[in-house]
């Protein structure tokens, strides 16, 4: 049965920049994915692998954890991707969001294309599916609708300890408040949001983890606009562009082979996402 979005969805999304909640698996499935990223936590304190496990739970998580890749495979998601970026799907990128209950860890003002090297695409869409239970207590996302449709706007670095962004980037035009919407989502809800969406999301007051899982998914056909390589998997339809560097999923958690592969592609990626940047991005660790 197919979970392609409606006429009326589409026209939503478009209008607005996002569409949300959409059902994409039971509070129970999320729950045992849960249990799953915490069982990791439990086996692989820092040290047991060569980058810190916040690592490769924050970037490109799709390389060396193979559930992740099963999730981004789910025919109830990819049906509503293929809905407004074409049949042909790739995954750039898998991210887990953790914010710990009490966490003052927050996400300022952005736009997610700012410095993916892919210009002002609308070839990409980003599903941030909540694993736990996502309220504005628990610091869920906030949209301005309608923001997706102005060009990539400027942004600067903070760098800030308590902002969970590659470079604390924060957007350099004032944003109203009270223009913004809630991405509150139960567990096993999924949203959908543009990439040049201004967004973000406040710290975590609740007494509860707040767990989102995030796919980055993208058409073969962005043609794009950063130097050097970049990489994504194929998980719908052909690739006959090559625009990227076809990776495979990985067959073992954290295997060697998969953990070399992440090393490579960090260390292309980190060009990429540190760009103008005025210093490195100390998220990247690979000693």
């Not at 954890?65 to 981004?72: K, R």
């Not at 201004?198 to 058409?219: C, E, K, M, Q, T």
Request: hydrophobic share 40%.
């Amino acid at each position: 049965m197919s979970a392609s979005l409606s006429n009326q969805q589409r026209s939503s999304y478009l209008e607005n920049g996002y569409i949300k909640p959409l059902r994409v698996m039971s509070e129970r499935s999320a729950a045992r994915l849960r249990a799953e990223i915490e069982a990791i936590e439990a086996k692989y304190p820092n040290g047991k692998l060569p980058a810190p496990l916040n690592q490769y739970f924050r970037y490109d998580g799709q390389l060396v954890m193979p559930f992740l890749v099963d999730v981004a495979r789910k025919p109830v998601i990819l049906d509503a991707v293929e809905s407004l970026i074409g049949p042909n799907i790739m995954v750039w990128s898998i991210e887990l969001f953790i914010k710990e209950a009490g966490s003052q860890a927050k996400v300022t003002w952005h736009q997610d294309l700012t410095y993916w090297g892919m210009g002002g695409t609308d070839l990409q869409v980003t599903a941030w599916i909540a694993l736990t239970d996502v309220s504005e207590l628990a610091g869920c996302m906030r949209f301005v609708p309608g923001s997706q449709k102005l060009d990539i706007v400027s942004h600067h670095d903070t760098f800030s300890e308590d902002n969970l962004l590659s470079r604390g980037q924060e957007i350099e035009v004032d944003v109203d408040e009270n223009d913004a919407v809630l991405d509150d989502l139960r567990p096993g809800e999924m949203s959908l949001h543009h990439g040049k969406i201004f967004h973000a999301s406040g710290p975590n007051n609740s007494d509860d983890r707040r767990i989102g899982l995030v796919i980055r998914y993208v058409s073969p056909e962005i043609e794009r606009t950063g130097s050097g390589r970049d990489y994504a998997m194929l998980v719908r339809g052909i690739d006959q562009e090559m625009n990227w560097v076809n990776v495979a999923a990985p067959v073992v958690l954290f295997g060697q082979d998969e953990l070399r592969m992440y090393g490579d592609v960090m260390r292309d990626k980190e060009k990429i996402l540190a760009q103008d940047s005025e210093q490195p991005l100390s998220s990247f660790d690979m000693r």
